[in-house]
Every structure is written in structure tokens, then in C-alpha cells.
């Protein structure tokens, strides 16, 4: 009887010891330290809350406290139109798209043609935003999220933008939301990312024509951050994290030939059905089993014929009953 091919235990040295000749020190492997942050983990939802409800509470009150500002008043101008016609005229030399005007429209149906009505807009896409970084929790964890957001709602500047009828809120939103929506696209492989991501950026090419540009510098911090983090981890440049693909043989499908008509199995099941029925057959010297029998009446019209004959209509002709599936076809000695 062939040996085993099992190294023998060999004994272990104390570390604190002096190793013999041959042999090393053990040594313990470090324990891995807790994560003191861990418990932010367990409250990121009311945080969340929290943040959101901030960032709506600054943004809200007065916000028909001061009179429209110069680009305020120029799209206070084309809603008013907007309302007024029901239609609106893209003018190019105005290097803005509609989508801050039908949404100003929305608003002037629900709570009439205001300066709060007006900016209730940008205020809706300033809270938006936020929960758009909120939404990054897979891809940056629970306290850079939590964080990020909390300064967004805080942000003087975020603030400001939030409260001011432009474009400018509605273009970050929607950057936001793409960037998020192909993050979490290319992590989690969801189809409603890819949807979210083009609902963004139709926000964004419907609000400023600068969109274009924004997709050219997104496009360079992308690389610029895969050139990055392959330098910190040793890896070429330009280098890839996509698995390379492996070819694999797919098995074929077993099979069997009945009447000139291959059956395919379709599974496993299936195949340890045909392998019996090949059993079957070797068994019987190649012949092959009867299908369904019929009668000439079908058991449904006058029987017109004195003798019991039936008509083999094949093995998917309905199911057989056993009686039937015991008959076998055997070819005619000549």
C-alpha cells in the first residue's frame, strides 16, 4: 500500500526560546485592531435623517426675504413667459437649457408665480444633492459618507446656490447623481444605475450647456485616479483591475435519437433520464420504446373498428401510462 504523502507535524519552538540550529523563532501574528468608528456603522440611518433635516432647515425659511438679483430676474423673465405662452423658444446666445423654467412652471402651478415659489426650485436640487452623497455609503463607507454630506448641508457656498434661482443647483445635482450612479453601477453591476445615471445626465445637458465640459473633466479624473492608485499599489499605470476572461469548454448537452428526432436534455434531470433510457435500450437490443398509443375513436368519436389496434403517436404525444411505456417497437424479421 502506497505511503500517504502527509508531511509529519513537526514541533513547534516557544518564542520565547532561542531557536535551534535548522529552525526559526515563531512569532504571533499581530491582532487586528478594533475599529473605533465601527459603531457609526449602526447609527448611519437617523444620522442620515439628521443631515437631511439640516440641510432642509438652513435652505427653507425666508426664502422671499430679498428681492430677485440681476440673473434671478433675467429667469424670472422666461418662466413668466413660460407661464403666460405655454411655450419656450431655445435661444442660443442664452447658453441655458429649459429645464430650470418647466420645473419653475411645476412650481408656479402648486404655489403660484413667487419669488419663494421661484426658489423653491434650486432649494429641492440643494437637498437632493446631499442625498445623492448619502447614497455613496457603498462605495465610501459610512463616516466619509456621513461626513461629506454634513458639510455639503452646511456649506455656506452649497447654501447659497440652494436659495438662488439659477442653473447652478440643478447642474451639481445632476453631476452628483451621475457620478454616484456610475460608481455604484461599476461596483454593484445593477441595471437601475445605468437608468438613474441617464436621467442625470438629461438634467445635466437640459440645464447648462457647460455640460459637455464637465463630462471632459469627469472623464480626466478618471484616469487621473486609476493612474493614481495603481502607482500606490505597484501596478502598472495604465493598468486594469478588470478579471481577465477564462475560456471554458461548455459541455455539450447529452442526447438521444427517437424516430429520426433527437431529444436534447435541457438538465441534469433530463440527463439521467435519457442515460436510463439508453440503459433501456441496450437492454432490448436497440429498440425503441412506444410513445403515447391512440386509437382510431381517440377515445372520443364512434368506434368504427372491430379489431384493437392504436397508432404509436411518439413519446411526446401526452403522457404515457406505464402499461404503454413497457411496449417496445421491434422491427419485422424478413
Same mark, same amino acid.
Given at each position: ?29 499581530? @491582532?487586528?485592531?478594533?475599529?473605533? %468608528? ?5 447609527? /448611519?440611518?437617523?444620522? #442620515?435623517?439628521?443631515? !437631511?433635516? &439640516? ?124 457620478? @454616484?450612479?456610475?460608481?455604484?453601477? %461599476? ?5 437601475? /444605475?445605468?437608468?438613474? #445615471?441617464?436621467?442625470? !445626465?438629461? &438634467? ?106 392504436a397508432e404509436d403517436v411518439g413519446i411526446n404525444g401526452a403522457g404515457a401510462s406505464a402499461e404503454e411505456a413497457a411496449v417496445h417497437v421491434i422491427?419485422?424479421?424478413?
Open positions: 500500500m502506497p505511503a500517504a504523502d502527509v508531511a509529519a507535524p513537526q514541533p513547534s519552538v516557544p518564542a520565547t526560546e532561542d531557536p535551534r540550529p535548522g529552525q526559526t523563532r515563531a512569532s504571533a501574528a499581530p @491582532a487586528e485592531r478594533p475599529d473605533p %468608528l465601527a459603531w457609526v456603522d449602526g447609527w /448611519f440611518i437617523p444620522a #442620515a435623517i439628521g443631515i !437631511l433635516l &439640516v440641510a432642509t432647515a438652513i435652505r427653507l425659511p425666508e426664502l422671499g426675504l430679498n428681492p430677485f438679483h440681476h440673473d434671478e430676474g433675467v429667469n424670472g423673465w422666461f418662466t413668466t413667459n413660460l407661464v403666460r405662452t405655454g411655450s419656450y423658444v431655445y435661444d442660443p446666445q442664452n447658453y441655458h437649457g429649459p429645464s430650470l423654467y418647466y420645473l419653475a412652471l411645476a412650481s408656479e402651478i402648486l404655489f403660484g408665480l413667487t419669488d419663494t415659489a421661484m426658489r423653491l426650485v434650486p432649494v429641492v436640487f440643494g437637498v437632493l444633492t446631499v442625498a445623492i452623497v448619502l447614497g455613496l455609503r457603498p462605495a465610501l463607507g459610512s463616516v466619509a459618507t456621513l461626513v461629506a454630506a454634513a458639510l455639503i448641508a452646511i456649506s455656506p457656498g452649497m447654501v447659497y446656490i440652494s436659495r438662488y434661482f439659477i442653473h447652478e443647483m440643478l447642474l451639481v445635482a445632476g453631476t452628483a447623481g451621475f457620478v @454616484a450612479s456610475v460608481l455604484l453601477y %461599476l461596483r454593484t453591476g445593477k441595471p437601475p /444605475f445605468v437608468i438613474s #445615471a441617464a436621467v442625470a !445626465l438629461a &438634467v445635466m445637458a437640459t440645464t447648462k450647456e457647460s455640460w459637455i465640459i464637465e463630462l471632459g473633466v469627469l472623464g480626466i479624473a478618471a484616469v487621473v485616479t486609476v493612474v493614481y492608485v495603481n502607482v500606490r499599489t505597484g501596478k502598472p499605470p495604465f493598468a486594469t483591475s478588470a478579471p481577465a476572461r477564462t475560456t471554458t469548454t461548455r459541455k455539450k448537452p447529452k442526447s438521444i435519437w427517437v424516430d429520426g428526432v433527437e431529444y436534447r436534455a435541457a438538465d441534469e434531470a433530463a440527463e439521467r433520464a435519457i442515460a436510463f433510457y439508453e440503459r433501456l435500450q441496450a437492454a432490448n437490443g436497440g429498440d425503441v420504446r412506444a410513445g403515447r398509443l391512440v386509437a382510431e375513436d381517440e377515445g372520443t368519436h364512434e368506434d368504427t373498428e372491430a379489431d384493437l389496434v422491427a419485422d424479421e424478413d
